[in-house]
């Protein structure tokens, strides 16, 4: 198939293992404590609001982002669940179960998924805005508040980064990552799904999530030139009401730049995603390969399945 007519697919890392997304189907492999390869399996479910919500520009982008929160923490809860436990130990995963913290049992792991993120979001959000109001006697402008604010928030991103990245389950969290993209420039440039082809692709790709981030404070720094600074308590309220709108313009500009990839010149308005993910991702080794292989190619049968 063509570009222009192969489908789209997605994914995200988790522990010990890849989860891939296509029109029906999400699809997550683990490498278990014996070696084996374990899959997990999750119809996509027809939820009418975000059905109408993906068909709208600058809105699809919330929708697009509610749902991969949700079905991103079921795949995360289950390799999380199973990484660490030898199969044949059953007793100890369901030990691990009822260990499950209560308000995850209260509200289920889709909607604390989504809770998180937003949580996440609001710290991200609000922070910046207060630590660059302390600056103010420095930066008493509003171009130079905006500034100082963004750059706060891009020191406070990537300092997050590297230092979770310090902890050894999360760089190999990350090496999946990494895997993840190459199995999915694989397959976009027509290879076939050997351990050799995929190693031989980059661990950057265009519409990875840690470039959406990225824009995220980019396109922020330009909306909030549009609004005012002061006082504080009307910053912080403003902040938190534009997030919708900074995620939906974000996540259009990261289509628009994926789109453009392919030009000569254009395709450096991506450029920032990609270095973000010079942290985000790492290089995996053969056998994390062979796991994204394994659910890239569980997910294609599955899909096939259903056509």
Known sequence: MTEETKQIYGGQAVVEGVMFGGREYTVTAIRRKDRSIEFYRLPRTSNQ?????????????IAAIVYASANGAKHLNFSSERFGIDPSDDE??????????????????????????????????AAPALLAALTKPMFPSHIAQVIVESVIKLILL???????????IIKRVFQY???EHKVINAY???LPLTIENVQSQTRLHY??????????????????????TEPLWFRLVNRLALIPVVLGISFEVLQFTNALRHLPILRFLGY???????LTTKEPNDNQVEVAIASFN??????QKQS
Not at 214 to 219: C, D, G, M, P, Q
Not at 272 to 278: F, K, M, R
Request: glycine fraction near 8%; aromatic fraction near 12%; include cysteine.
């Open 158 to 168: 990537l300092s997050y980064i590297y230092f979770v990245s310090l902890a050894p």
């Open 92 to 125: 100890a995963l369901i030990k691990k179960k009822e260990e499950q913290s209560k308000l995850t049992m209260m509200l289920g792991v889709a909607v604390v998924g989504v809770l998180s993120f937003i949580f996440g979001k609001v710290i991200f959000t």
């Open 188 to 190: 976009e440039n027509n």
């Open 298 to 303: 569980e997910l294609l049968r599955l899909e």
């Open 49 to 61: 609001a975000l059905n109408i919500l993906k068909k709208i520009p600058f809105l699809r982008g």
């Open 177 to 179: 990552h990494g895997a």
């Open 272 to 278: 920032p995603g990609l270095w973000l993910q010079l």
């Open 207 to 228: 519409r990875c999530g840690s470039s959406f981030i990225l824009f995220t404070v980019i396109i922020g720094m330009f909306i909030y030139l549009l609004v005012p």
